[in-house]
């Protein structure tokens, strides 16, 4: 399978970095297209510049937008909001049209923002109201970008109260108790693929840890199981260290009769519009 993304999904907070927002015409990666996208970089958490595209306003195309874009973000690192939604759109795009995959490491605020405050949800609305910012959720990347920005420097300041080393941060090892991700029912999506059905994973996952995808699966109303058995429906597998590359429960996995065995690429597809990712 052909990577789209081979950034990692950093748990830290930079301060020098580029921010990206993009707006698409649906939400499903594999069909939709970017159609907006907004791009601030910043040094010692100065503004420096900005970059903006706009399909409806703009003689270039997405290809050309793209291509303006990387020499824009060079190496920075990335701050965005939400990973689900981010990698496969941006993942794609720079497949699609620049024959590459998108290689910049991300940081997303959502993630931080559960991390640091310690909260279960984390959408852009409620992170608004939390910081009382006066900014806006329009759905439109040139307005939406000035909320992800103010929310990263506000998680800043509070990581700053709150801790002693972005170390804290880090997930503290690879096992977890399922009753500690339990789902939660308001956050049920019967319209997703992974509703109601079993789904286990293996490897190295870059976009989310194990316990985040678990999260996730019990939070749309499917069911994760730590190990493959005669349930399982989905089978997620990541990387696999050094030349290793497959693992027990992938061997144990292929033998069941109906299970389907997806990448993290297709987790993030089947998730994109999932709006508690």
């Known amino acids: 399978m052909n990577e789209r993304f081979t950034g990692k999904n950093l748990l830290e907070l930079p301060q020098d970095f580029s921010v990206v927002q993009i707006e698409t015409t649906d939400l499903n990666p594999t069909r939709d297209q970017i159609i907006e996208i907004a791009a601030n970089k910043y040094r010692k958490n100065k503004f420096k510049k900005a970059f903006e595209w706009d399909s409806e306003e703009d003689k270039n195309d997405l290809r050309d937008a793209l291509s303006q874009l990387k020499s824009f973000i060079g190496k920075d690192t990335i701050v965005i909001n939400c990973t689900a939604f981010f990698r496969p759109f941006m993942g794609n795009a720079f497949v699609n049209n620049l024959g590459e995959p998108f290689s910049n490491d991300i940081v997303d605020i959502q993630r931080l923002f559960r991390k640091i405050e310690n909260q279960k949800s984390a959408k852009l609305s409620q992170m608004i109201k939390f910081y009382n910012l006066s900014t806006s959720h329009n759905l439109k990347a040139d307005e939406d970008i000035k909320s992800v920005e103010e929310i990263y420097i506000k998680l800043q300041g509070e990581f700053r109260k709150q801790f002693k080393s972005i170390k804290e941060l880090q997930p503290k090892g690879s096992d977890f108790r399922l009753k500690d991700v339990s789902g939660d029912p308001a956050k049920n999506d019967k319209n997703n693929a992974f509703y109601d059905k079993y789904v286990s994973a293996t490897g190295k996952l870059n976009a989310y840890t194990r316990k985040e995808i678990a999260q996730m699966i019990n939070n749309i109303g499917g069911h994760f199981q730590k190990n493959p058995g005669e349930k399982t429906d989905y089978f997620i597998a990541g990387k696999f260290e050094g030349n ?34």
Do not use: C, Q
């Not at 497959?246 to 709006?275: C, Q, R, W």
């Open 244 to 277: 290793r590359g497959t693992s027990n429960k992938l061997e144990k996995a292929k033998k069941l009769p109906n299970v389907t065995i997806i990448h993290e690429d297709d987790f993030l597809d089947m998730v994109a519009g999932y709006e508690w990712a």
